[in-house]
């Protein structure tokens, strides 16, 4: 649909890939600007999971805008890098997405978010694990 109008008169919007937005009779006019930025960043996510699975690369859980996997093959570290980088560009018409290596954590390691509330859930987290004997008791960290 070539217009802005004609798109709100059929008060519907697609992302790239087709995902739609209904549109309400009286619109936020910062969710219909911000549609196409959020829009992309899910269309990204949601290829960039597909195909990771299909090489049998298969996450752990999607985390906001990021996708977390355990991974102790260097080629396959590599690989998912390259689905991850290829999604970006396909959904953003060939504008290059890059993958950075300080975005990966290291054998052994885990993210950890400073802030106070964060903390609070991952000690609830682990306690709740700890109380079904999914892990050690020392592992409260």
């Known amino acids: 649909m070539p217009g802005g109008e004609t798109r709100r008169a059929v008060r ?11 549109i309400t ?22 290829l960039a999971t597909v195909r990771l699975c299909e090489a049998g690369i298969i ?7 990021g996708i977390l996997f355990e991974e102790t ?6 690989h998912a890098k390259e689905i991850m980088r290829s999604a970006g560009h396909d959904v953003c ?27 609070q859930m991952w000690q609830t987290v682990m306690r709740a694990l700890e109380a079904v004997g999914a892990v050690p008791k020392k592992a409260i960290a």
């Open 59 to 65: 996450p752990v859980m999607l985390v906001h805008d």
């Open 25 to 46: 009779t009286s619109p936020n006019q910062r969710t219909l600007y911000n549609f196409p930025m959020q829009s992309g960043g899910a269309e990204m996510l949601r």
């Open 12 to 22: 519907r919007i697609e992302s790239v890939l087709g995902w739609p937005l209904y």
């Open 93 to 119: 018409n060939g504008f290059e997405i890059d993958v950075e290596a300080d975005q990966l954590l290291g054998n052994g390691t885990r993210y950890h978010d400073k802030r106070p509330i964060a903390q």
């Open 73 to 78: 093959d260097h080629e396959k570290i590599e």
